[in-house]
């Protein structure tokens, strides 16, 4: 039965809800250390999630309010929707502090760590409502992926790991076979480091690599080109997504970004009703909990099917 976009779109979502509350109490774990505790059977245990699905609110909110991209609004959302307790990075946490007293949305990240700006994956994490809202148009997906990128993120190698990550959930929605799938991404990407590190997925998959072999070759850190490929990896490596999320999760390291990069392309590729029902339940609700993360995701459907028909008088259906 053909999945239907509204539970694709949902799935992303969730997906990534559930990834990053799965991953965050393992955060920093290593590989064996998470072994050891958990064995093979990774649990939800609180369900509270951390900063990289605050910020993905932040993301859906402001493309739903505004029928598409407005960085001055989305980083107002970031800072509204701030709380210190979601373990924020210190670079965002600068950020969103300059931004919030006055500097441009547009320019303050380029002016972290030496005028460089960010690789980190802090743009990557919270993609997800970019990869579905754009997910069949493949050059707006990269320029909105760039551009909201760049609130917090000002490096090319944040921005492109961020891209590459809504490209991979935008082929999820649109169906595309997993056997495509990294020939449709090593045509769409720029970057050297992840055009290598897309065909180190691809050598890693042929020989069913062990866990050690994938975190020397793709990472589990917290750069970019170091947990986007692994979320990649993951989710082709499995054929469902519990199993890609808690073997993405098992791998140790920043746990609850590659958790969450994991859980958003195999909800947009499976669907809402793939996600074990135990961890729905035990994510986070309240004001901005699992509820309110699915309505955002009917709303992204909702306000695509208005652009799309061009019936522009569209109307939230509650306040964001």
């Not at 307790?85 to 007293?101: D, T, W």
Request: charged share 30%.
């Amino acid at each position: 039965m053909e999945l239907s976009l509204k539970s694709k779109f949902t799935g992303a979502l969730l997906g990534s809800a559930v990834g990053d509350a799965l991953g965050a109490p393992l955060e920093g774990y290593g590989m064996e250390k998470v072994k050891s505790v958990y064995g093979e059977n990774i649990k939800m245990l609180s369900g509270r999630y951390t900063d990289d699905t605050e910020m993905m609110i932040g993301v859906a909110e402001s493309l739903i309010e505004n029928r598409g991209f407005d960085g001055e609004d989305m980083a107002a959302k970031f800072i509204q929707n701030y709380h210190a307790r979601r373990r924020y990075g210190p670079g965002s946490k600068e950020v969103l502090r300059r931004i919030r007293e006055g500097e441009s949305w547009e320019v303050v990240s380029g002016k972290l760590f030496d005028g460089k700006g960010s690789y980190g994956n802090g743009a990557a994490m919270r993609i997800a409502p970019v990869g579905i809202f754009y997910y069949d148009n493949t050059d707006k997906l990269r320029e909105i992926a760039y551009k909201s990128s760049q609130i917090t993120h000002g490096h090319a190698l944040g921005k492109e790991g961020a891209a590459l990550q809504a490209f991979s959930i935008a082929l999820a929605v649109r169906g595309t076979e997993k056997e495509a799938m990294l020939l449709e991404l090593k045509e769409i990407v720029k970057s050297g480091i992840y055009k290598e590190k897309l065909r180190k997925i691809e050598a890693l998959l042929e020989k069913e690599a062990d866990k050690k072999a994938v975190i020397f070759e793709l990472g589990n850190g917290e750069e970019a080109f170091n947990s986007v490929p692994t979320a990649i990896y993951s989710f082709l490596r499995f054929d469902c997504f519990k199993d890609a999320v808690v073997y993405a999760v098992g791998l140790g390291g920043d746990t609850d970004t590659i958790g969450a990069m994991t859980g958003a392309i195999s909800g947009a590729y499976y669907g809402e009703g793939a996600i074990p029902e135990e961890w729905k339940k035990r994510l986070e609700e309240g004001e901005k909990g699992r509820s309110y993360i699915r309505w955002l995701g009917e709303e992204l459907h909702r306000v695509k099917f208005y652009i799309e028909t061009k019936l522009y008088n569209y109307v939230p259906k509650r306040v964001c």
